[in-house]
């Protein structure tokens, strides 16, 4: 297991669409595990394997306080939505900010598993507000881009300023 590095926004990296992945081998086993590993040690609720610079079709997500509920989606895609849920985000690539947007309250999600198996799941709250952050990332998508262009660009220029620093 290693942990991986995390892009920071604005990187441009982070705004690549992930490729879906053709089979779920040793190599894609490995990310899943790495990345839980990352993603706990942040910590972070969600991570998409193009945070941490794998531009493929991988999230993973916990949201049990205990970090027990290992969930890893490979090639998720949402098959339907309902409802009207707004809570305050945060990412792991835009460090320290939080700010509320609107999402489904309840999806259903097809993927398949750690182990290649097809599953359809509903999801609701906050898993589902999760599910379709990490989901966003895979197209490139970021919580920021649905704030608006004011607060997005005070965003880029508090970040800019860190990413310098952390360089
Ligand atoms: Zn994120």
Not at 19 to 36: C, G, T
Not at 43 to 58: D, K, T
């Amino acid at each position: 297991m290693a942990l991986l590095d995390i892009l920071h926004f604005p990187d441009p990296r982070l705004r690549e669409v992930a490729k879906p992945v053709e089979q779920v081998d040793a190599s894609v086993k490995q990310l899943v595990d790495d990345m839980f590993e990352t993603m706990y040690d942040a910590p972070g609720i969600g991570l998409a394997a193009i945070q941490v610079n794998v531009p493929m079709r991988v999230i993973t997500v916990d949201i049990s306080e205990d970090q027990d509920e290992p969930l890893a989606l490979i090639n998720p895609e949402i098959t339907s939505k309902d409802g009207i849920e707004e809570m305050k985000e945060g990412c792991l690539s835009v460090p320290g900010v939080f700010e509320m947007v609107q999402r489904a309250d309840k999806i259903t999600v097809k993927f398949l598993n750690r182990d290649g198996e097809s599953v359809e799941m509903e999801a609701e709250g906050l898993l589902a507000v999760c599910i379709q952050h990490e989901i966003d990332h895979l197209d490139g998508k970021l919580f920021v881009d649905y704030l608006s262009t004011l607060k997005r660009q005070r965003i880029r220029t508090k970040l800019e300023k860190e990413n310098r620093q952390r360089a």
